[in-house]
């Protein structure tokens, strides 16, 4: 099995896994990018995997669809480009011979799933949208800090190696932020070292790793007494309670320039 990333707009990727004749595409915001790939590489459009329902991540699926007459699978609770599988947390899908988990990961949207596979090869795989980011997390547009807390919390007990397909290169932008909250961290400093040189080549970052995310993510990391401390000196309103330590580091990052 093969992973790699097309990149989209100004900073999307569409994740596609092929075995060399079929091919499932995870989130395509757009279609004439990823079609073009997989015309390229020789590439037949099995399956699009659909974690929420933002534009950037399904903008493209109609359009894949007519041109493969491929299946597609969603979240079972968001409004989507019928027709679709729906699927929720603790179903399973079979893709390309492989048996995806669906894992329920609400916070950036209200029904946000992610797939996650154990036996793929060389390592799981973690296809998980918008949710987490390497060094990073998303917005909270229809959740709460619980519930973000939550699914990343879920995320973060998957095995170490699971590689984490995220669905935007944010990495440095995260990693400035990450870095002021929690400056005593060498991993944290060793790891932006190697993206600023990866987004030098103009290369990905991603995928990440659990393993890796849990030594700089700072939004994995809100009961590490380092993060307590920022947080409470940031806002003096946080309590030491890891949901509050969480809350006042999404907000810190949403006004972090
Ligand atoms: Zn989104
Ligand atoms: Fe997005």
């Known amino acids: 099995m093969t992973l790699f990333p097309v990149p ?10 092929h075995d060399g004749q079929r091919a499932l595409v995870v989130d395509p915001g757009e279609a004439t990018g990823v079609a073009h790939w997989l015309a390229q590489h020789g590439l037949t459009l099995d399956t ?45 899908v079979q893709v390309l011979g492989l048996d995806f988990q669906v894992l329920d990961v609400p916070g950036h949207t209200a029904g946000h799933i992610a797939f996650y596979v154990a036996n793929a090869g060389d390592a799981p795989l973690l296809f998980c949208g918008d949710t987490l980011f390497s060094g990073g997390c998303g917005r909270l547009f ?5 519930q973000m807390l939550q699914s990343l919390t879920a995320l973060a007990a998957l095995p170490d190696p699971t590689r984490v397909c995220c669905t935007h290169e944010y ?77 006042t580091l999404r ?7």
């Open 171 to 247: 990495t440095l932008a995260n990693l400035r932020f990450a870095s002021a909250v929690d400056p005593g961290n060498a991993a944290l400093a060793r790891y932006t070292q190697a993206c600023e040189q990866q987004r030098a080549r103009n290369l990905p970052t991603l995928p990440s790793s659990i393993g890796l995310e849990k030594q700089i993510n700072p939004f994995l990391r809100s009961r590490e007494p380092a993060l307590v401390q920022a947080a409470l000196a940031h806002d003096p309103a946080t309590t030491t309670d890891a949901v509050s330590v969480f809350a």
């Open 142 to 146: 229809e959740g709460t800090p619980e």
């Open 8 to 17: 989209a707009f100004s900073d999307n990727y569409i994740w596609v896994l």
């Open 48 to 92: 699009i995997l659909i974690t929420h329902h933002h534009a950037d991540h399904t903008a493209g699926v109609a359009s894949l669809r007519e041109g493969s007459g491929a299946r597609v699978v969603g979240p079972a609770f968001e409004p989507m480009p019928e027709p679709l599988q729906r699927v929720q947390g603790g179903d399973r």
């Open 251 to 257: 907000t810190w990052k949403n006004e972090f320039r």
